[in-house]
C-alpha cells in the first residue's frame, strides 16, 4: 500500500463508522417510538401529581411495595411511580407493610387477602397495610 491511498481509507472507514451508527440509531428510535412502555414528561408530570399526598404518608427512606390493576403500560406505571416516590424504595410485592395501589379498574382480587385499605387518596392512588392473621 503506498501513502497516497491512505486519506482515502481513512474517510472510507469514517464514512462506513458513521453510516453504521446512523443505521443503529435510526433502529433505536423507531424500536422507542413503537414501544407502549415509552413514557413522556406530561407522564412523569402526572405521576408526580397523583402520587404527591401518598408521598407525604410513607417513610421517606423505607421499602414500600406496589401493586396495580392496570393492563397498560405495567412496568411504566412501576417506574413512574418509583420516580414520584423517591427516595422511598418502591418494589413489586403485596407483602410488604405497606403497599401502594396504583388502581385502574378499581379492585386487587388476587391480593385482597393479603391487604388491607389504610387510605384512598383519589385518582386511583391508595395505601394498604398488611393484614395480620
Do not use: W
Amino acid at each position: 500500500m503506498t501513502g497516497n491511498n491512505r486519506p482515502l481509507i481513512v474517510k472510507s472507514y469514517i464514512m462506513a463508522t458513521v453510516v453504521a451508527n446512523l443505521a443503529i440509531v435510526t433502529i433505536t428510535l423507531a424500536k422507542l417510538v413503537s414501544s407502549p412502555e415509552i413514557v413522556l414528561l406530561q407522564d412523569i408530570r402526572q405521576s408526580e401529581n397523583r402520587f404527591e399526598k401518598l408521598k407525604a404518608v410513607i417513610p421517606a427512606h423505607g421499602i414500600v411495595g406496589y401493586v396495580s390493576d392496570c393492563a397498560d403500560k405495567r412496568k411504566a406505571r412501576l417506574q413512574l411511580s418509583q420516580y414520584a416516590l423517591a427516595p422511598a424504595i418502591i418494589v413489586p410485592s403485596a407483602v410488604q407493610p405497606l403497599v401502594v395501589g396504583d388502581l385502574c379498574d378499581g379492585g386487587l382480587s388476587e391480593q385482597a387477602d393479603l391487604m388491607v385499605l389504610l387510605s384512598d387518596f383519589g385518582r386511583g392512588v391508595v395505601l394498604f397495610g398488611r393484614k395480620t392473621r
